[in-house]
């Protein structure tokens, strides 16, 4: 999936329901090391919104890496039982970068990173080191 300014990039939710999602991305995560990441959740059109920002390093990440990110925090949404469509942002220079189901893109466009900053109103606890564990053995098994 290509990522542009302010981007294009679809919900890995979107096949099947979210509760199948969820149960299938939890059974991948086990205990370890817990991040604390900051989130906006917010409801937007009368819809719920989780906007992750995340560091201008990810725009050098490889699209395999952001995927196994995006996929990595998905889950951690599911696993703190939060509803909303998941939407990963950053900057890299002077531009703005997200990903995001199709819908939400003209939206956050036009969102300034200074409101999504300013928005952020919760701590989602990730899972990283269980996650990058099971991705490598993954790849090793495939």
Known sequence: MPIGKMADRKTL????????????????LQEGDMAQIKIAHINEQGRELII???DSSFHDKTP??????????????????????????WRSGHNRYFIAPDQWHEYLRHLPWNDIISRLNKTLPCDWTAYRSRAHTSRMNA
């Open 13 to 28: 939710g979107a096949r099947g329901t979210r509760q199948e999602y969820c149960l299938q991305t939890r059974a991948t």
């Open 52 to 54: 992750i920002p995340l």
């Open 64 to 89: 395999s890496q952001r995927e196994a990110t995006r996929k990595a925090l998905q889950a951690c949404v599911c696993d703190a039982h939060l509803e909303g469509a998941v939407v990963l942002v």
